[in-house]
Structure formats: C-alpha cells, structure tokens
C-alpha cells in the first residue's frame, strides 16, 4: 500500500512556471527524505532535488539551481516541486522518491538501486 503518484505536469512556454505535486499514500511524508528525478527524451535518468528531513538541508543539481524549489505540506502528505523559468532543457518526465536520509536515496540511485518508479509526470517546455 506504500505508494508516490505524480502530478501536476503539463505544457508550459519557456520562462513558464509549473507545481508538481508527490502524493505519498501508506506511509507519513514528514519522516523521510524526498527526492525528485527526471528523464529527457534520449537521456539517462537524473537526480534534480532531494529535501532531507535530518537537517532540513536541500540539494538541487546545478541546472536547476535558482529555478527550482521544494516544498511539503506534512498535513496533505504531498510534496512538491515549484519549477521557475522553465526551459526547454527541462522536458523530462519527472518522478519522486523516498527514503530516510537523501544520502541513503541518492546512493541507491546512482548504484541503480532504485527498480521501482511510478508512471511520473511529463513536463513539455516549448514555444
């Protein structure tokens, strides 16, 4: 029953601006790290953010930097991501992840420990 559903994505113009949204059904959103990954058409899978719940630190990948910011709402168990200024470059389908400390989530994901990805949400950046 532990489950993450994506949403929020759609067709912005470049300079656009986009919420997505991490539903998490199952288990408590406030006790565990989230992350938020994507992947372009022709590209590897990407971390773009991760937001620790041990020192309240977030990480974003240089690209995004400025643009991109997290955010959670405990009380809806629902995690977001508010995309800025969006470009072209930002075409992906974006997925989030959990686990207890974005160290752990990310280690796993760049050792491809992470098999298990909801459907995402596809986000199309273009004039």
């Known amino acids: 029953q532990v489950q993450l559903v994506e949403s929020g994505g759609g067709l912005a113009q470049p300079g656009g601006s986009l919420r997505l949204s991490c539903a998490a059904t199952?288990?408590?959103?406030?006790?565990?790290?989230i992350g938020w990954f994507r992947q372009a058409p022709g590209k590897e899978r990407e971390a773009v953010s991760c937001r620790s719940v041990t020192d309240g630190t977030t990480y974003y990948t240089d690209s995004v930097k400025g643009r991109f910011t997290m955010s959670r709402d405990n009380a809806k168990n629902t995690a977001y991501l508010q995309m800025n200024s969006l470009k072209p470059e930002d075409t992906a389908v974006y997925y989030c992840a959990t686990d207890r400390a974005c160290g752990l989530l990310l280690h796993k994901f760049y050792n491809n420990g992470l098999n298990s990805w909801g459907k995402g949400t596809l986000v199309t950046v273009s004039s």
């Open positions: 199952g288990f408590a959103l406030d006790y565990y790290a």
